[in-house]
């Protein structure tokens, strides 16, 4: 495992930990595995790095993808898997987070503890709807973990595994 400072975050929410970073078969980090907590509460464990896939995802996102994404798990009656996938989020985060600091974080800052706990995938609220948040989010998630209730759909729309043929480096401003 890697223990570096990343400086980058979800609402300006960092430095963070990052407890392992997920790379390309070009050697780029796509994704990076994030402790919960650090100098700030950082509730998603898996940040998009990868700037093609950054750039795919928003470009999908602009054009309504969300809306798309979360429509997809309603019609397709896989709003119980949707739940599923959200509790695993919340296990990956106790996981990392580490037994020493949740007791800490449980003890000494219970609301916060809870709320970050008690989120799914990126902190987000688990109710009864579908809430996917969005595409960077959910696309680290399938890197990060091999599997997303909806990876058919992402995998479609390309945001699953590299760019292909080194354009990441055009995209990070390498070449």
Not at 9 to 26: D, Q, T
Not at 31 to 55: A, D, E, I, M, N
Request: charge should be positive; hydrophobic fraction near 40%.
């Amino acid at each position: 495992m890697t223990g570096r400072i990343f400086s980058g975050g979800c609402r300006k929410a960092s430095p963070v930990f990052v407890a392992r970073e997920i790379r390309c078969r070009f050697g780029h980090v796509q994704v990076q595995v994030c402790r919960p907590w650090g100098r700030k509460v950082f509730p998603t464990s898996f940040w998009l790095t990868c700037p093609y896939l950054v750039r795919l995802a928003g470009n999908i996102e602009s054009s309504g993808g969300v809306h798309e994404l979360e429509e997809y798990i309603m019609k397709r009656g896989l709003v119980h898997e949707w739940r599923r996938y959200n509790l695993m989020h919340q296990v990956i985060r106790l996981k990392l987070g580490g037994v020493n600091v949740n007791a800490f974080m449980r003890r000494y800052r219970g609301k916060i503890f809870r709320d970050v706990m008690c989120g799914g995938v990126g902190g987000i609220r688990v109710g009864e709807g579908v809430n996917v948040k969005c595409l960077h989010l959910q696309t680290a998630s399938l890197i990060g973990t091999g599997h997303h209730t909806a990876g058919e759909w992402l995998k479609s729309r390309g945001l699953w595994g590299d760019c292909g043929n080194g354009l990441c480096n055009i995209f990070a401003g390498r070449l």
